[in-house]
Every structure is written in C-alpha cells, then in structure tokens.
C-alpha cells in the first residue's frame, strides 16, 4: 500500500512532497533503468514521466487501490515505460521476454550467475562474426541510434546499417534455435 501521506501530496501539488519523491527516488531509479540500453537523458526523461503518471493516477484516486509500495509501483511504471520506448525506436532486443515479472530493485542484482537463455545468448553472440557484434553492441548495449551506428561505423547509408542489424539478429535468433536442439 502507499502511504496516504505520498497519495495527498501528489493530489494537492505538494512541492514539499514532489520534492521529496524526487530526491529519495532519483538516483536509484535512474540506476535501475541502466539494465536497458537507454542513454542518461532517456532515463532521466522516464524517471518524470514515471513521476507525471504517479500524480495523475493520485489525483484520479487510482493509487488508493495500489498493493505495493510506492517504490514498487514507480519501478514498474518506469519498466513499461522504458520498455516502450526501446519498442518505440526499434532498440528492443527480439529475445526479450515481456512477460517477465516486475523485478524490484533490491532483487536484481548483477553478480547472479547468468541464467540458462542468456547463457545461450552470450554462446550465440560469440559465434557471430566481427560486424554483426560490432552493429548489435552498437544498438543494443551502447544505446546508439541506426544514424549514430551509420556515422561511427562507416556505413553508406542508414538503410545499409538496418539490413545488417536484421541479418545479425536473424543469425543470433538461429544459432539460438541451434543450440536449443
């Protein structure tokens, strides 16, 4: 539940309380959006956007009926709101599970040993050649743009640097397929 003090804040405009959800949730949101492939400035646009949404549904009296802490509920906000905007710009990786549970962030933690699909992944990644790592590391882990990759990469055009990305994740997708034989 979420307490009554964030919920009437939210409600009424409180600077006070707008202030505080910002400076205690800030730092750790941000960090916690770094498992996607978002540049600084994209998190941080998802961190207040995530916030806008939060008072909206307090002022629509939405919130009284959420189950999970505020923190829960802002984190997960902001999952679905990264999420679509890597769908939005086409940086959505075609082995991500979207009906993956809401990971708090005291649950995720990056000295876990990697489970079984990602340890596929890094297999086939390897088996990929040189341009098809140096492209999906490029778009998919760096966060750059289909032009950012044409500028830095040398490409002739950004319709060169699309079709190389969809070979190399139709290549990665198959020896993925491969391995699970």
Same mark, same amino acid.
């Given at each position: 539940?979420?307490? !009554?003090?964030?919920?009437?804040? #939210?409600?009424?405009?409180?600077?006070?309380?707008?202030? @505080?959800? =910002?400076?205690?949730?800030?730092?750790?949101?941000?960090?916690?959006?770094?498992?996607?492939?978002?540049?600084?400035?994209?998190?941080?646009?998802?961190?207040?956007?995530?916030?806008?949404?939060?008072?909206?549904? @307090?002022?629509?009296?939405?919130?009284?009926?959420?189950?999970?802490? #505020? !923190?829960?509920?802002?984190?997960?906000? *902001?999952?679905?709101? @990264?999420?679509?905007?890597?769908?939005?710009?086409?940086?959505?990786?075609?082995?991500?599970?979207?009906?993956?549970?809401?990971? $708090?962030?005291?649950? =995720?933690?990056?000295?876990?040993?990697?489970?079984?699909?990602?340890?596929?992944? $890094?297999? @086939?990644?390897?088996? #990929?050649?040189?341009?098809? !790592?140096?492209?999906? %590391?490029?778009? =998919?882990?760096? *966060?750059?743009?289909?032009?950012?990759?044409?500028?830095?990469?040398?490409?002739?055009?950004?319709?060169?640097?699309?079709? $190389?990305?969809?070979?190399?994740?139709?290549?990665?997708?198959?020896?993925? %397929?491969?391995?699970?034989?």
């Amino acid at each position: 539940m979420i307490d !009554k003090k964030w919920i009437e804040g #939210l409600q009424t405009n409180n600077h006070e309380v707008i202030g @505080a959800l =910002y400076q205690e949730h800030k730092s750790a949101f941000i960090a916690f959006l770094g498992r996607y492939p978002l540049s600084e400035a994209e998190r941080q646009e998802i961190f207040h956007d995530s916030l806008m949404v939060l008072k909206k549904q @307090a002022i629509r009296g939405q919130l009284q009926k959420v189950r999970h802490s #505020l !923190k829960t509920y802002l984190y997960a906000i *902001g999952k679905h709101k @990264a999420i679509d905007m890597l769908k939005k710009n086409a940086r959505y990786p075609i082995w991500a599970d979207d009906d993956l549970p809401d990971v $708090q962030e005291d649950d =995720y933690s990056t000295n876990e040993e990697p489970n079984e699909r990602q340890t596929q992944i $890094q297999v @086939a990644f390897e088996k #990929l050649g040189k341009s098809c !790592k140096k492209v999906l %590391t490029m778009f =998919y882990l760096q *966060g750059l743009s289909i032009t950012e990759i044409k500028r830095v990469g040398g490409y002739e055009n950004e319709n060169t640097v699309r079709a $190389q990305k969809s070979r190399c994740l139709k290549s990665l997708k198959d020896l993925i %397929t491969k391995l699970n034989k």
